[in-house]
């Protein structure tokens, strides 16, 4: 079994950074990990995904030049993604996404909020 573990949501004014972490446990290859976020009344959305081998990187072009995301090495399944230059339209709940070799079968964390004040 698969689990994803969000933290470092909040409350933040515009303007600030916050960073955001998750780490997976259980037993998995992983293809991709990633963030989404949904907004309150809006559908989920792509926000950055890192592709594990190569550690290529992609964004939302919402985001781009604000988020990074990032992780520390290979072995420690955990991602991060740093976002700075916060706008109010930033906030949503945020979701982790891993997609595993093999199958492809994604696994979603439970979501940590980042609330942007003006």
């Known amino acids: 079994q698969v689990q994803l573990v969000e933290s470092g949501g909040g409350l933040v004014q515009a303007g600030g950074s916050l960073r955001l972490s998750c780490t997976a446990s259980?037993?998995?290859?992983?293809?991709?990990m990633g963030w989404y976020r949904q907004a309150p009344g809006k559908e989920r959305e792509f926000v950055a995904v890192m592709r594990w081998s190569g550690g290529h990187t992609y964004y939302a072009d919402s985001v781009k030049g604000r988020f990074t995301i990032s992780r520390r090495n290979v072995v420690e399944n955990t991602v991060y993604l740093q976002m700075n230059g916060l706008e109010r339209e930033d906030t949503a709940v945020y979701y982790c996404k891993l997609t595993s070799a093999g199958y492809g079968v994604d696994y979603w964390g439970t979501g940590t909020l980042v609330t942007v004040s003006s």
């Open positions: 259980g037993t998995f290859s992983p293809l991709s």
